[in-house]
């Protein structure tokens, strides 16, 4: 008898059913992809309400006729800007901003690189001449502009009183465009070449010194090394140093409007920046759309300024030596 084997299907193996994710499964998995944008997000918050939106809202101010008390007005478009443009005070203002920054910040940049060297040197009680750059940052802006409006005084100043001494007539401070454009520039740098030295200290120190150690074996002096080793490799420490002076500079408000015991930038505008311009054209005049429209050709100002410096310190450094 003979058998015949017969051939049974296999059971088909049934997969195990999904495993559900638990609500505690689905949190962790909804905190590892939001977490990295919630602590970012502080900054964009901050950024948003404190920079990006008073710069909209301005530049929509400015496109209106817009007065203090009766608040917005009907559509102007660039009227606001055209009557900027073509007063007399924008383009005086304009020229005081530009004096004043130039005379501040070139020789602070200047320095302040040069005083961040000395604090790099081998000096005796480093943590106090470090500090001690840095008191005057400290010192309030109002501080500062009483003590130089008097050091500055046209009739009994300090300074007229020492140049008097070697036969040079007095200087007015006070009435003349170029030497009140110097003694504001004075009161920046006494603030800020501290504050700046102290930057560039630190990108100092951050230097290799086996690159001092080479250039010392091929024969370099300290003068050689500060200009051939130094200030290459403070390039990116000088693009960020001349970009934050150039903003701080063409916004100088508070050492100019304490120059005298008016803040309207002298009699005749003498050293009237375009930030004092702003704030009476909001204040005094109750024209908030003009304000406005200032404060964006400010911003321009400051950022074509700002790129045009860029370009220029990324052409005058010193390149790379390729191997």
Do not use: C
């Amino acid at each position: 008898m003979s058998t015949t084997s017969t051939l049974r299907p296999r059971a088909e193996t049934a997969e195990p059913p999904p495993k559900r994710i638990g609500f505690g499964g689905r949190l962790s998995r909804w905190d590892l992809k939001l977490s990295p944008y919630l602590y970012i997000s502080p900054f964009f918050i901050l950024f948003f309400v404190t920079g990006l939106f008073p710069l909209v809202y301005t530049g929509w101010v400015a496109v209106h006729d817009w007065d203090l008390i009766m608040g917005q007005g009907e559509f102007v478009g660039a009227k606001n800007f055209t009557d900027v443009l073509g007063g007399r005070d924008f383009w005086k203002a304009l020229g005081n901003t530009f004096s004043i920054f130039v005379l501040s910040s070139v020789p602070q940049v200047i320095a302040a690189i040069t005083i961040a060297a000395l604090l790099d040197a081998n000096l005796r009680a480093k943590t106090f001449w470090r500090m001690g750059v840095l008191l005057p940052y400290v010192v309030a802006p109002v501080a500062v502009s009483l003590i130089f409006s008097n050091l500055f005084a046209d009739k009994y100043g300090l300074i007229n009183s020492l140049i008097g001494l070697v036969g040079i007539d007095p200087i007015a401070w006070h009435g003349e465009r170029l030497p009140s454009h110097i003694a504001i520039a004075t009161m920046v740098n006494f603030r800020w070449t501290g504050y700046n030295a102290l930057i560039f200290l630190a990108a100092m120190q951050a230097i290799p010194r086996d690159l001092y150690e080479q250039a010392s074996i091929d024969g370099a002096g300290k003068i050689r090394q500060f200009f051939s080793v130094t200030v290459p490799m403070l390039r990116p420490t000088i693009i960020f140093i001349v970009i934050t002076s150039t903003i701080g500079g063409l916004q100088i408000f508070d050492e100019a409007r304490l120059y005298d015991q008016f803040g309207r930038g002298g009699a005749d505008g003498q050293w009237q920046t375009l930030t004092i311009l702003l704030y009476e054209q909001g204040w005094t005049q109750s024209n908030f759309g003009r304000a406005s429209a200032t404060a964006v050709l400010l911003f321009l100002i400051i950022v074509v300024i700002g790129v045009i410096n860029y370009l220029i310190i990324r052409l005058i450094s010193t390149p790379e030596v390729k191997r």
